[in-house]
T-cell receptor
């Protein structure tokens, strides 16, 4: 079964600093990977996804992620964060059809 | 229209009440999902409907009863819930029946409090 590990439960960052949120997955088969963001009191919004092809994936709001098969990682990055990026971020991997397995989440806090 | 809507936004119910949560999408998606999310935790899959048929039930207690009347609508009927069922209930949909490459699109959720 696929699983996802988000290595940091909380990441505090100053505004306009770069950030990396780490995600590792375990799978012996082809993987399809997703990053979702959840703003306070809201549902989940897709940031970006990796299905195949280029290992560098660009998403919304200036985020990007790099799929690294040898390190089984899919880290999320943004070169300069804003206060509005404060949210919970979930990495997820599909586990067969219709099942999405989420990591435990990383709370990103942006300090002025 | 790229939106999944959920009603109500908030719900408070007693343990003897019967209530229903509603989810709607008009994107022509053929798979719909119910998730439960406790505070500071990731969403947990409860049910999946694919082409209006229940395809996955993640061993959810029978006090939760899903229903998919048509391809745009998904209900979750609640009866005799426990306080530990208090959570955010999220609905999602995906385009073609839930293949593993599909993106799931989430609604804003219903925040349920069971007293």
């Amino acid at each position: 079964a696929q699983s996802v590990t988000q290595l940091d439960s909380q990441v505090p960052v100053f505004e306009e600093a770069p950030v990396e949120l780490r995600c590792n997955y375990s799978s012996s088969v082809s993987v399809y990977l997703f990053w979702y963001v959840q703003y306070p009191n809201q549902g989940l919004q897709l940031l970006l996804k990796y299905l195949s092809g280029s290992t560098l994936v660009k998403g919304i709001n200036g985020f990007e992620a790099e799929f690294n098969k040898s390190q089984t990682s899919f880290h999320l990055r943004k070169p300069s964060v804003h206060i509005s990026d404060t949210a919970e971020y979930f990495c997820a991997v599909t586990q067969g059809a219709q099942k999405l397995v989420f990591g435990q989440g990383t709370r990103l806090t942006i300090n002025p | 229209d790229t939106e999944v809507t959920q009603t109500p936004k908030h719900l408070v119910m007693g343990m003897t009440n019967k209530k229903s949560l509603k989810c709607e999408q008009h994107m022509g998606h053929r798979a719909m999902y119910w998730y439960k999310q406790k505070a500071k935790k990731p969403p947990e899959l409860m049910f999946v409907y694919s082409y209006e048929k229940l395809s996955i039930n993640e061993s959810v207690p029978s006090r939760f009863s899903p229903e998919c009347p048509n391809s745009s609508l998904l209900n979750l009927h609640l009866h005799a819930l426990q306080p530990e069922d208090s959570a955010l209930y999220l609905c999602a949909s995906s385009p073609a029946g839930g293949w593993d490459q599909e993106t799931q699109y989430f609604g804003p959720g219903t925040r349920l409090l069971v007293l």
